[in-house]
T-cell receptor, first 109, second 112 residues
């Protein structure tokens, strides 16, 4: 069983829909990261959180430490949100993150 | 506003050839990383450098060597390339450990 699991693996939605991507982990963590990988390949860090909730524009990330679960929400989704969203956790080593396999999101106009 | 710069962007090698992937960051970050990304798999850490003058193995170090030349630059060397090393390679940096990482655009490497 992978230590970091994301669901769904693939998600297709219509423009404007509310999107939720989930990340579950099985180890104790110091922080959880959400990243976005664009279709062209570039990777951008979206959030780093260790408790509660963070918001940036239409993106919201939440984490429940007790349940070992995090969600990434996108409100009013847009085709430009189409990307792979990756969850990673810092556990033990400060330098070796444990990476999820990613969720591929397609938003149709 | 360069951030993390990787060179080259694309490279094709023959089995047994050697090459060095270059990475430089201009954000005064202490920590730097090399990852590989293969289809259907998450990022895998090859080597990292917590700070200038130090390097450590990651999850998949075999077949690679690294050099932290100075605070800005962190290079990855394939001494004798193998087809299994065909992948997309990403360099990243962060202020220190377990902080948001900034990624380069990647190098697509094919070994024939």
């Amino acid at each position: 069983k992978n230590e970091v699991e994301q669901s769904p693996q693939n998600l297709t939605a219509q423009e404007g829909e509310f999107i939720t991507i989930n990340c579950s982990y099985s180890v104790g963590i110091s922080a959880l990261h959400w990243l976005q990988q664009h279709p062209g390949g570039g990777i951008v860090s979206l959030f780093m959180l260790s408790s509660g909730k963070k918001k940036h524009g239409r993106l919201i990330a939440t984490i429940n430490i007790q349940e070992k679960h995090s969600s990434l929400h996108i409100t009013a989704s847009h085709p430009r949100d189409s990307a792979v969203y990756i969850c990673a956790v810092g556990a033990g080593s400060n330098y070796q993150l444990i990476w999820g396999a990613g969720t591929k999101l397609i938003i149709k106009p | 506003n360069a951030g993390v710069t990787q060179t080259p962007k694309f490279q094709v090698l023959k089995t047994g050839q050697s090459m060095t992937l270059q990475c430089a960051q201009d954000m005064n970050h202490n920590s730097m990383y090399w990852y590989r990304q293969d289809p259907g798999m998450g990022l895998r850490l090859i080597y990292y450098s917590a700070s200038e003058g130090t390097t450590d193995k990651g999850e998949v170090p075999n077949g690679y060597n690294v050099s932290r030349l100075n605070k800005r630059e962190f290079s990855l060397r394939l001494e004798s390339a193998a087809p299994s090393q065909t992948s997309v390679y990403f360099c990243a940096s962060s202020p220190d450990g377990n902080q948001p990482q900034h990624f380069g655009d990647g190098t697509r490497l094919s070994i024939l």
